[in-house]
């Protein structure tokens, strides 16, 4: 079975949230060495600048919009540290819509890999999917 580190350019579509446990500028760290876009859109905000100086924009595919807050979330566990409820300002998943997955159609099939956040609207991912298909990926 194959995991991420076997696939060397990864395209995420979904919007590159940052975990409380991981500062801002390590969070691109995370990604290792390949070579990964993040197809999104993240606010004209603090937090929205803050990502998408993180990501030095994401390879060229992340977008800020004054139209919509960057996404955030919280999530409240208990002592085992099982999810007991999520908090989340998800409204900019809609920004996400099938004109920028259009845009952006290229890097989806040069990815050698392409991670869906299930948070997007049902028509884009349904885009998503059908360009993923006729790219083979994955191959």
Known sequence: MKTLNDFPD???????????????NDFSSMLGERDTRFISVVGNDELGGAIFQSLKGGGGTLERSSNVSTARCTVVVDAKGECRFVVGEM???????????????????????????????????ALTLEIASHAKIPG
């Open 10 to 24: 990864i395209a995420y579509l979904a919007f590159p949230l940052i975990p409380l446990t991981v500062e801002r």
């Open 91 to 125: 409204d900019a998943f809609r920004a996400i819509d099938t004109d920028l997955i259009r845009k952006y159609q290229r890097q989806l099939e040069e990815a050698s890999i392409i991670v869906i956040d299930a948070n997007l609207p049902a028509d884009s991912m």
